[in-house]
């Protein structure tokens, strides 16, 4: 069939977890036999991408160059789009100030799928609740307007949501890794060897690895990592960190390791990498880290752990043994001793120590690693997502 998919603001291609969503997801739908054209925000890059053939279906990226905060203002666009695309079914990614999808979608009898990743309303008492109330509630009600008008929401999380939504439309469905992209067996020996060489890594067996990759934000706990890394590289002098990604919280933390003296000449800070790079960089390590503090995100604390967390699942994908906290779901995602190990939720020492006891294991860290690749493959891969969404668009659209 084909699918028009609305994704406001989302740079295509793009670094970002949004650009990673937009791209999987058409290349996945396409290889289910689709064709799919996406109204995005801006290329990141200079060359945006044209169009592409994926399997039976064709995917083509129609770059527009407004904000988010813009959103509504792509009705004409979408009403263009259409006109020559025929599209049997609208997809359109969430946020506040987006609709124009859904409200073509009604306009014209089209069945559509409203895809929600964060809450569609901001917690109470934050910044932006307290200009919505004081303004008469027109951002909840537009929410509640847009998860009404969609035959089905598709998130991670049903509590993104809420008591907004119509009974019966709401689908959860976990994001997931690219696990051909990201898939060891496909990776020559020699480029990651040479991969270690570039990053200044001791070669392989004489060295090992724990890997951060992801957005350098608070919550995401980067310097609660440090703070492990601290306590073990003293006692493990073949023990080297590579944290993979960029974000707000970066220059502190980088200023921060260069005044560990020789300590700090084993972690390694990367930058933002190209997405196609960031599996040959993921193959240098032995486990992978997700130290997330939910309790330092305000939604997070009001709403639940909501995000669908690209990062373990790429992990995974590569035969990585992740550690992460013990909080739904992501305690459902990596099983103490089966996938990983668990710990506290804010407990640095105890991140410490999961962290260690890996390391210390060699077989079992392996085996979980092995574990983790087989489960993404199989129910945390973008395919899976992808063939999620193809049963409720064959449902609209019966």
Same mark, same amino acid.
């Given at each position: 069939m084909n699918i028009l998919y609305v994704a406001a603001g989302i740079p295509v291609p793009g670094s970002v977890g949004g650009s990673t969503h937009v791209i999987e997801v058409c290349r996945g739908l396409a290889e289910r036999g689709h064709r799919i054209v996406a109204i995005t925000g801006p290329a990141e890059r200079e060359a945006a991408i044209a169009t592409a053939m994926e399997g039976d279906g064709a995917i083509e990226i129609v770059n527009m160059p407004q904000s988010q905060a813009l959103g509504l203002t792509l009705l004409p666009t979408v !009403?263009?789009?259409?006109? /020559?695309?025929?599209?049997?079914?609208i997809m359109e990614r969430y946020y506040n100030l987006a609709g124009a999808g859904i409200v073509y979608a009604r306009r014209h009898g089209l069945p559509s799928i409203l895809e929600v990743n964060a809450p569609v309303y901001d917690p109470p008492g934050s910044r932006k609740d307290r200009v919505d109330r004081a303004l008469g509630r027109p951002l909840r009600r537009w929410a509640r307007w847009q998860v009404r008008a969609a035959d089905r929401i598709v998130t991670p999380l049903a509590t993104t949501v809420g008591a907004l939504a119509r009974p019966g439309t709401i689908v959860e =469905?976990?994001?997931?890794?690219? !696990?051909? =992209?990201?898939?060891?067996?496909?990776?020559?020996?020699?480029?990651?060897?040479?991969?270690r060489a570039t990053l200044g890594l001791p070669p392989m067996g004489e060295a090992q690895v724990v890997a951060f990759s992801g957005s350098f934000r608070h919550w995401h706990g980067v310097e609660s990592l440090l703070d492990a890394l601290q306590t073990l590289l003293p006692a493990r002098p073949n023990l080297w960190a590579l944290l993979i990604g960029d974000g707000e919280e970066r220059p502190a933390l980088v200023e921060r390791v260069r005044g560990w003296g020789e300590l700090g000449r084993r972690v390694i800070f990367t930058g933002r990498l190209p997405y196609p790079e960031v599996p040959r960089h993921l193959a240098v390590a032995d486990l992978g880290i997700a130290p997330f503090e939910p309790a330092r995100h305000a939604a997070l604390r009001h709403f639940g752990f909501y995000w669908s967390p690209l990062k373990i699942f790429e992990y995974g994908a590569m035969g990585l043994s992740t550690v992460c906290p013990a #909080?739904?779901?992501?305690? !459902? #995602?990596?099983?103490d001793g089966r996938e990983g190990r668990l710990y506290p939720v804010g407990d640095r020492a105890g991140l410490a120590a999961a962290i260690g006891a890996l =390391?210390?294991?060699?077989?079992?860290? /392996?085996?979980?690693?092995?574990?983790?690749r087989e489960r993404v493959a199989e129910e945390y891969s973008w395919a899976a997502h992808c063939r999620g969404l193809d049963e409720i668009l064959q449902c609209l659209t019966r």
């Open positions: !009403a263009r789009v259409a006109a /020559r695309f025929r599209p049997d079914a =469905l976990p994001w997931g890794a690219n !696990a051909d =992209l990201f898939d060891p067996a496909r990776l020559d020996p020699a480029t990651v060897a040479a991969t #909080i739904p779901p992501l305690d !459902a #995602i990596v099983r =390391l210390d294991d060699d077989a079992g860290r /392996r085996a979980m690693g092995r574990a983790a």
